[in-house]
């Protein structure tokens, strides 16, 4: 499969199983520990897609060469360059600390570090994280990356607010 038949269909939301250089697509690697779908997510998308990443880079006045992301758990440590951050998120920074992989496998599950901000509530699903990290738990892993993750996103981005 190559990376824009991967960005095609992770965009379009079709049901498949991701294919990167033969493997078949590890969700743990590529799921944030704060819940944050990677795979479905522009950022990391763009670092195969380079139309993407001139878009983002034109975008958001971010260097062509910073305009993708790697993602916490590849790399990135928790530290994004995009971001121009010095150091890991807090999230990042605490779930190594205590040694697991998802905030939701902790016992101060949810605590403030997953506090939803209205700051820039528009433009990045940070506001998810608790309701992604939630079904993670009620699901499993593999049946919400698989199933859920990308409804959640568009809903998020394009379904009016409902009570």
């Keep these: 499969m190559t990376s824009n038949t991967l960005s095609s269909n ?27 779908d990677c795979f479905n997510c522009p950022m990391y998308l763009a670092g195969e897609d380079k139309e993407l990443r001139a878009k983002i ?6 260097p062509f060469e910073k305009a993708f992301c790697l993602g916490c758990r ?5 530290m994004h360059a995009f971001l121009n951050m010095t150091e ?7 779930t190594e600390e205590k040694g697991i992989l998802f905030c939701c496998d902790c016992s101060d599950f949810p605590c403030d570090y997953l506090h939803p901000y209205a700051d820039k509530a528009s433009q990045v699903p940070h506001n998810t994280k608790v309701f992604n990290l939630s079904l993670i738990k009620k699901m499993g ?3 919400w990356a698989e199933t859920k ?10 379904e009016p ?3």
């Design 141 to 143: 892993l593999e049946a």
């Design 149 to 158: 993750a990308k409804s959640v996103r568009d809903t998020y981005f394009n």
């Design 88 to 94: 890991p998120c807090k999230v990042y920074k605490c």
């Design 10 to 36: 992770i965009m379009t939301g079709q049901l498949y199983v991701a294919r990167i250089k033969g493997d078949v697509m590890d969700y743990q690697k590529w799921t944030a520990p704060c819940g944050l």
């Design 74 to 78: 590849n790399g990135e440590k928790g």
């Design 57 to 62: 880079s034109k975008d958001e006045g971010i």
């Design 161 to 163: 607010w409902k009570l």
